[in-house]
């Protein structure tokens, strides 16, 4: 079955940038999508098709693509920016399938 | 602003069939460009794709949960639902609804979930 993976955990001091990435075989062929969630709260979509960011969401918040790896880049870090975040794709080789990767815990020092 | 809402039982005995609903206000479940999935998440765990429907009740499930899972659409109360059977402590979970922003042809498959429900726990045990 078609994987992503992620760091466990990224840490970083306010104001500094954080990196957070995603692997894949099937990136360089499909989109990936990152989310935003918080202790005892629903995911929210930060960005979408690899780069693009929904309304509402601050422009620090930031997505590239390069082979099999994606990016989610949080620019001058803040203390609520502290939270799990997953990315998302598809897998297209058979039957559709969305996949998430395992998560990774921002902790903003 | 398109809102999402799970409901139904908190606790299911091993064995039996998980059902829940949700409901969907602020636009209606026919619109043509939109999907709308299932998504769980075990306690402490990562996230997990179920299952997602169009209007028109076409389905796409985890190859995982397949043989397992039944999701359905009712257009007329703007609400579509899941029911996974044969459940065990495996399947404890939180589960949420969305709605899935997706395209699948020929050529490619894209999709991401957007908005969430609030989610709902959903415990195993007997």
């Known amino acids: 079955s078609y994987e992503l993976t992620q760091p466990p955990s990224v840490s970083v001091s306010p104001g500094q940038t954080a990196r957070i990435t995603c692997s894949g075989d099937?990136?360089?062929?499909?989109?990936a999508y990152w989310y935003q969630q918080k202790p005892g709260q629903a995911p929210v979509l930060v960005i979408y098709?690899?780069?693009e960011r929904p309304s509402g969401i601050p422009e620090r918040f930031s997505g590239s693509s390069s082979g099999t790896t994606v990016t989610l880049t949080i620019s001058g870090v803040q203390a609520e920016d502290e939270a799990d975040y997953y990315c998302?794709?598809?897998?297209?080789?058979?039957?559709?399938?969305?996949?998430f990767g395992g998560g990774t815990k921002l902790t903003v020092l | 602003q398109l809102q999402l809402q799970e409901s139904g039982p908190g606790l299911v005995k091993p064995s039996e069939t998980l059902s829940l609903t949700c409901t969907v206000s602020?636009?209606?479940?026919?619109?043509?460009?939109?999907?709308w999935g299932w998504i769980r998440q075990p306690p402490g765990k990562g996230l997990e794709w179920i299952g997602s429907?169009?209007?028109?009740?076409?389905?796409y499930y985890n190859p995982s949960l397949k043989s397992r899972v039944t999701i359905s659409v009712d257009t007329s109360k703007n609400q579509f639902s899941l029911k996974l059977s044969s459940v065990t402590a495996a399947d404890t979970a939180v589960y949420y609804c969305?709605?899935?922003?997706?395209?699948?042809?020929?050529?490619?498959?894209?999709?991401?979930?957007?908005?969430w429900g609030q989610g709902t726990l959903v415990t195993v045990s007997s």
């Open positions: 969305a709605r899935h922003i997706a395209r699948v042809d020929t050529a490619m498959v894209i999709g991401w979930f957007d908005p």
């Open positions: 602020g636009g209606s479940i026919s619109s043509s460009s939109y999907y």
């Open positions: 429907i169009y209007y028109s009740g076409s389905t």
């Open positions: 099937a990136l360089p062929k499909q989109y």
């Open positions: 098709k690899d780069s």
């Open positions: 998302q794709s598809a897998d297209s080789s058979g039957t559709p399938n969305w996949v």
